[in-house]
């Protein structure tokens, strides 16, 4: 795994051994920062269910002001720590329950990146949670299996991808 653009662009991530993990394939990655790269320069980024820490080692690499990588799961913490200090980033992993930290989190967010297990039933608990960490103009990016549904609830679509079996949603406040 490689950052795909920005700063750090070709700089190696460490290879992901862990089945837990699902990493983001490289087409939906660029596909995803590619539409947000006039609105990411300066923002703030969550980065929920972290993995690798992938995604958000991404935002920064095109200019985001600061990422929080949370992750529930002590490898996925501890590779996203790794790969930070390889690539001499300065942010913060926290190791917790996605959807405990989004109740108890005092922050708030330009984009929040979701990217939990497929078919967990995670969406449903994390997204009623997200309007007060999401500025007012802020966006929550969802990648999904294709076949997933979801309520958004209090959200709206504001647009939808596919890439083979993946698809990103993006949402905003109503």
């Not at 795994?1 to 460490?14: A, E, F, P, W």
């Not at 405990?100 to 995670?122: A, H, M, N, R, T």
Request: hydrophobic share 40%; proline share 4%.
């Amino acid at each position: 795994m490689k950052v795909s653009s920005g700063t750090l662009k070709g700089k190696n991530l460490i290879e992901n051994k862990f089945d837990h993990i699902r990493p983001t394939t490289d087409k939906v990655k660029q596909a995803l920062f590619t539409k947000l790269q006039f609105f990411l320069p300066g923002k703030a980024v969550l980065d929920l269910f972290c993995g690798t820490g992938a995604l958000g080692i991404e935002a920064l690499s095109r200019g985001a002001g600061s990422v929080i990588f949370v992750d529930k799961d002590a490898r996925s913490c501890n590779m996203t720590s790794q790969n930070l200090k390889n690539l001499k980033l300065d942010a913060k992993v926290v190791k917790i329950d996605s959807v405990e930290f989004v109740k108890i989190c005092k922050e708030s967010y330009d984009l929040i990146i979701l990217d939990p297990p497929y078919k967990s039933g995670l969406y449903e608990k994390v997204v009623p949670n997200l309007p007060k960490i999401l500025n007012d103009d802020g966006i929550v990016v969802c990648e999904h299996a294709k076949n997933d549904t979801f309520c958004y609830e209090p959200f709206e679509i504001f647009d939808e991808k596919t890439y083979g079996n993946i698809m990103l949603t993006y949402l905003m406040k109503k």
